[in-house]
Nanobody, 123 residues
Framework: QVQLVESGGGSVQAGGSLRLSCALSGRTFSVYAMGWFRQAPGKEREFVTTINHNGGIIDYVDSVKGRFTVSRDNAKNTVYLQMNSLKPEDTAVYYC????????????????WGQGTQVTVSS
């Protein structure tokens, strides 16, 4: 079975940076497209970014373009989210997700989810 474990969350001042990691185990990582989503209190889960199995297709939600970078290291079974120039509105629980088919911005299309990691950005 597939398990996803996020790490790297924490608290940071506005303008700072964090790097999130998500490690997949149980199956061959390189066949999965990966996504990052976030959920703030009282809000629906929001798409952040997705990357396909080989990194050739990447998409971001408009609000993070130019600030966030997603990457993957298939040899380490890990996807990363580098978050720069963080804003208070980025505060949320961040989740990674995996799907066997191609990249997607739709949470319902993902098959596996991590437990989430908290990111808090103070002004």
């Amino acid at each position: 079975q597939v398990q996803l474990v996020e790490s790297g969350g924490g608290s940071v001042q506005a303008g700072g940076s964090l790097r999130l990691s998500c490690a997949l185990s149980g199956r061959t990582f390189s066949v999965y497209a990966m996504g990052w989503f976030r959920q703030a209190p009282g809000k629906e889960r929001e798409f952040v970014t997705t990357i396909n199995h080989n990194g050739g297709i990447i998409d971001y939600v408009d609000s993070v373009k130019g600030r966030f970078t997603v990457s993957r290291d298939n040899a380490k079974n890990t996807v990363y989210l580098q978050m720069n120039s963080l804003k208070p509105e980025d505060t949320a629980v961040y989740y990674c997700a995996a799907r066997l088919k191609g990249s997607s911005s739709l949470p319902d299309e993902y098959d596996y989810w991590g437990q989430g990691t908290q990111v808090t950005v103070s002004s």
